[in-house]
């Protein structure tokens, strides 16, 4: 199995300050015929289920606010948000999808400064 | 717009077998990979396995494979989990997902349930 490993488990950030989650996979989940990494961001609100923020590891989906970014390739990956507001407090969960099974991170928990 | 619904029990006593239902609603799910995943309380999120909407390719995760069983009915327009031999271990939220692209399950989930607590006690 891909192990995915965030860090920092938790972040305390200021409201309008940027916020940065980092995500590495214990191999690369970029597939090579098509140069895709196959890579997933989520958010967690609580008593929520997760939604979907970001795939292909850089592509925001259709109504997320473009505060939030993402990048990377191969095995290390970021989430960033550049301004901090408060409805983005929430636990934040990369997954890949390259092979079974599909693994996520463990989390990390962005609370409010 | 499509919405998904666990049902189930919320209490399985050990050893038995913990069943599940996701009914989906507002779209068919013809042609789309289905999954199982799991949240224990205060931790992280586990895939189950996926199945694809006709029964004929199910995928289960390793650590699971010996204890579920991922079924379909198209009529229904519902997929179903059966994890026997339960323990406390198993006490989680199950959340049903949709695979976002058709005929692949190696995408994101972009739909979720709102999931279903199941606790296992005596």
């Known amino acids: 199995d891909i192990v995915m490993t965030q860090s920092p488990d938790s972040l305390a950030v200021s409201l309008g300050e940027r916020a940065t989650i980092n995500c590495k996979s214990s191999?690369?989940?970029?597939?090579?015929?098509?140069?895709?990494?196959?890579l997933a961001w989520y958010q967690q609100k609580p008593g929520q289920p997760p939604k979907l923020l970001i795939s292909?590891?850089?592509s925001r989906e259709s109504g997320v606010p473009d505060r939030f970014s993402a990048s990377g390739s191969g095995t290390d990956f970021t989430l960033s948000i550049s301004s901090l507001q408060a409805e983005d407090v929430a636990v934040y969960y990369c997954?890949?999808?390259?092979?079974?099974?599909?693994?996520f991170g463990q989390g990390t928990k962005l609370e409010i400064k | 717009q499509v919405q998904l619904q666990e049902s189930g029990p919320g209490l399985v006593k050990p050893s038995e077998a913990l069943s599940l239902t996701c009914t989906v609603s507002?779209?068919?799910?013809?042609?789309?990979?289905w999954a199982w995943i799991r949240q224990p309380p205060g931790k992280g999120l586990e895939l189950i396995g996926n199945?694809?909407?006709?029964?004929?390719?199910?995928n289960y995760n390793p650590s699971l494979k010996i204890r579920v069983t991922i079924s379909a009915d198209t009529s229904k327009n519902q997929y179903s989990l059966k994890l026997s031999s339960v323990t406390a271990a198993d006490t989680a939220v199950y959340y049903c997902?949709?695979?976002?692209?058709?005929?692949?399950?190696?995408?994101?989930?972009?739909?979720w349930g709102q999931g279903t607590m199941v606790t296992v006690s005596s």
């Open positions: 199945i694809y909407y006709d029964g004929s390719t199910t």
């Open positions: 507002g779209g068919s799910v013809t042609n789309y990979y």
């Open positions: 997902a949709r695979v976002r692209t058709m005929t692949t399950f190696f995408d994101a989930f972009d739909m």
């Open positions: 292909w590891a850089s």
């Open positions: 191999q690369s989940v970029l597939y090579s015929s098509n140069n895709q990494n196959y």
């Open positions: 997954q890949h999808y390259y092979s079974t099974p599909q693994t």
